[in-house]
């Protein structure tokens, strides 16, 4: 079993910098590939980025590639999001989750644990 706790949202300008961070409880963690995934109102929840296990691969959506930077601390249990240049339509919910097995995927359904989310808002 793991648990994942998500901080770091907030309310940011447009062209604004924030850095989410997911802390994961157990002694597995680094099996897991971690994402991170984003739900605005109405809408599908999207992924947005991934990172292996040993952090040595990772995989952006393209509406994020260049802003957005994956990186975990194995040592620490916590996977970070380091978002810049934010934009309104990066407003959303954003979870950070876990993949047995290590290897990336980016299908929610592929993911066995969630967080329970943290609100990023980007105001214009």
């Known amino acids: 079993q793991v648990q994942l706790v998500e901080s770091g949202g907030g309310l940011v300008q447009a062209g604004g910098s924030l850095r989410l961070s997911c802390a994961a409880s157990g002694r597995t963690f680094s099996s897991y590939a971690m994402g991170w995934f984003r739900q605005a109102p109405g809408k599908e929840r999207d992924f947005v980025a991934v990172?292996?296990?040993?952090?040595?691969?990772?995989y952006y959506a393209d509406s994020v590639k260049g802003r957005f930077t994956i990186s975990r601390d194995n040592a620490k249990n916590t996977v970070y999001l380091q978002m810049a240049s934010l934009k309104p339509e990066d407003t959303a919910v954003y979870y950070c989750?876990?993949?047995?097995?290590?290897?990336?995927?980016?299908?929610?359904?592929?993911?066995?644990?969630w967080g329970q989310g943290t609100q990023v808002t980007v105001s214009s």
């Open positions: 989750a876990a993949a047995r097995g290590g290897l990336m995927r980016v299908g929610p359904t592929s993911y066995d644990y």
């Open positions: 990172i292996n296990w040993s952090g040595g691969s990772t």
